[in-house]
Protein backbone atom coordinates (compact mmCIF):
# COMPACT_ATOMS: atom_id res chain seq x y z
CA UNK A 1 0.00 0.00 0.00
CA UNK A 2 1.51 3.58 -0.90
CA UNK A 3 1.13 6.02 2.10
CA UNK A 4 3.01 8.62 3.31
CA UNK A 5 3.66 8.12 7.41
CA UNK A 6 4.58 11.46 9.21
CA UNK A 7 6.20 11.44 12.83
CA UNK A 8 7.87 14.38 15.03
CA UNK A 9 7.00 17.82 15.57
CA UNK A 10 5.41 19.43 18.38
CA UNK A 11 6.22 22.16 20.62
CA UNK A 12 9.63 24.07 20.42
CA UNK A 13 10.61 27.91 21.74
CA UNK A 14 11.07 30.82 19.31
CA UNK A 15 14.36 30.56 17.75
CA UNK A 16 13.92 26.83 18.66
CA UNK A 17 14.23 23.75 15.93
CA UNK A 18 12.43 20.50 15.62
CA UNK A 19 12.67 17.66 12.45
CA UNK A 20 10.05 16.53 10.94
CA UNK A 21 10.12 12.95 9.03
CA UNK A 22 7.93 11.25 6.35
CA UNK A 23 8.54 7.80 5.43
CA UNK A 24 7.21 6.36 2.85
CA UNK A 25 5.85 3.02 2.20
CA UNK A 26 4.91 1.10 -0.85
CA UNK A 27 7.32 2.74 -3.46
CA UNK A 28 10.97 4.20 -3.45
CA UNK A 29 11.43 7.66 -2.39
CA UNK A 30 14.67 7.92 -4.23
CA UNK A 31 12.60 8.45 -7.33
CA UNK A 32 9.78 10.33 -6.17
CA UNK A 33 10.66 14.91 -5.47
CA UNK A 34 8.80 15.09 -1.69
CA UNK A 35 6.93 18.51 -0.66
CA UNK A 36 6.58 20.45 2.56
CA UNK A 37 3.43 22.23 2.60
CA UNK A 38 1.93 23.69 5.83
CA UNK A 39 -1.65 24.92 7.04
CA UNK A 40 -3.14 26.97 9.55
CA UNK A 41 -6.57 26.40 10.36
CA UNK A 42 -8.29 28.77 8.35
CA UNK A 43 -5.98 29.74 6.06
CA UNK A 44 -4.61 28.17 2.93
CA UNK A 45 -2.01 24.94 2.45
CA UNK A 46 0.96 26.43 1.72
CA UNK A 47 4.33 25.06 0.19
CA UNK A 48 7.20 25.32 2.38
CA UNK A 49 9.88 23.41 0.83
CA UNK A 50 11.17 20.28 -1.33
CA UNK A 51 13.80 17.81 -2.34
CA UNK A 52 14.00 16.58 -5.48
CA UNK A 53 14.81 12.68 -6.88
CA UNK A 54 18.40 11.24 -5.66
CA UNK A 55 19.49 12.16 -9.51
CA UNK A 56 18.36 15.99 -8.61
CA UNK A 57 19.09 16.24 -5.18
CA UNK A 58 18.45 19.46 -4.61
CA UNK A 59 16.10 21.39 -2.62
CA UNK A 60 14.00 23.98 -2.58
CA UNK A 61 12.45 26.06 0.06
CA UNK A 62 9.72 29.27 0.12
CA UNK A 63 10.53 32.53 0.96
CA UNK A 64 9.70 32.05 5.01
CA UNK A 65 11.34 29.15 4.73
CA UNK A 66 15.22 29.62 3.18
CA UNK A 67 18.17 29.92 5.68
CA UNK A 68 15.78 28.24 8.29
CA UNK A 69 14.93 25.17 7.25
CA UNK A 70 16.75 22.08 5.18
CA UNK A 71 15.10 18.89 3.43
CA UNK A 72 16.81 15.70 3.40
CA UNK A 73 16.80 12.15 2.60
CA UNK A 74 17.63 8.50 4.36
CA UNK A 75 17.99 6.42 1.71
CA UNK A 76 17.97 2.92 3.54
CA UNK A 77 15.08 4.27 5.60
CA UNK A 78 12.89 5.62 3.09
CA UNK A 79 12.14 8.90 4.88
CA UNK A 80 12.49 12.54 3.55
CA UNK A 81 13.40 14.88 7.16
CA UNK A 82 12.43 18.63 7.24
CA UNK A 83 14.93 20.04 9.81
CA UNK A 84 13.41 23.56 11.02
CA UNK A 85 16.02 25.77 12.91
CA UNK A 86 15.36 29.53 13.83
CA UNK A 87 11.69 28.50 14.86
CA UNK A 88 9.30 31.57 14.79
CA UNK A 89 5.90 31.84 16.08
CA UNK A 90 4.19 32.40 12.51
CA UNK A 91 5.73 28.67 11.88
CA UNK A 92 2.93 27.54 14.18
CA UNK A 93 1.10 25.27 11.60
CA UNK A 94 -0.20 21.47 10.33
CA UNK A 95 2.74 19.71 8.50
CA UNK A 96 2.07 17.40 5.30
CA UNK A 97 4.46 15.75 2.99
CA UNK A 98 3.23 14.51 -0.07
CA UNK A 99 5.14 13.41 -3.53
CA UNK A 100 5.77 16.10 -6.39
CA UNK A 101 5.71 15.56 -10.49
CA UNK A 102 9.26 17.20 -9.56
CA UNK A 103 11.29 19.79 -7.25
CA UNK A 104 13.57 21.70 -9.67
CA UNK A 105 12.50 25.27 -8.54
CA UNK A 106 10.18 26.91 -6.41
CA UNK A 107 7.10 26.52 -6.36
CA UNK A 108 7.84 23.16 -7.08
CA UNK A 109 5.59 20.94 -9.26
CA UNK A 110 2.21 19.40 -9.10
CA UNK A 111 1.48 17.11 -6.11
CA UNK A 112 0.01 13.93 -6.83
CA UNK A 113 -1.02 11.01 -4.52
CA UNK A 114 -2.10 11.25 -0.88
CA UNK A 115 -1.22 13.09 1.30
CA UNK A 116 1.03 12.01 5.00
CA UNK A 117 -1.24 12.54 7.74
CA UNK A 118 0.46 15.86 8.94
CA UNK A 119 1.78 16.98 11.99
CA UNK A 120 1.40 19.64 14.14
CA UNK A 121 4.02 22.28 14.81
CA UNK A 122 3.29 24.78 17.68
CA UNK A 123 5.66 27.39 18.04
CA UNK A 124 5.58 29.46 21.41
CA UNK A 125 6.83 33.18 21.51
Known amino acids: QVALVQSGGGLAQNGGSLRLSCAAS????????IGWFRQVPGKEREGVSC?????????YHSDSAKGRFTVSRDSAKNTVYLQMDSLKPEDTADYYC?????????????????WGQGTRVTVSS
Open 51 to 59: IGTTSYNGE
Open 98 to 114: VRLRHCRSWPPGATFGS
Open 26 to 33: GFVLDYVA
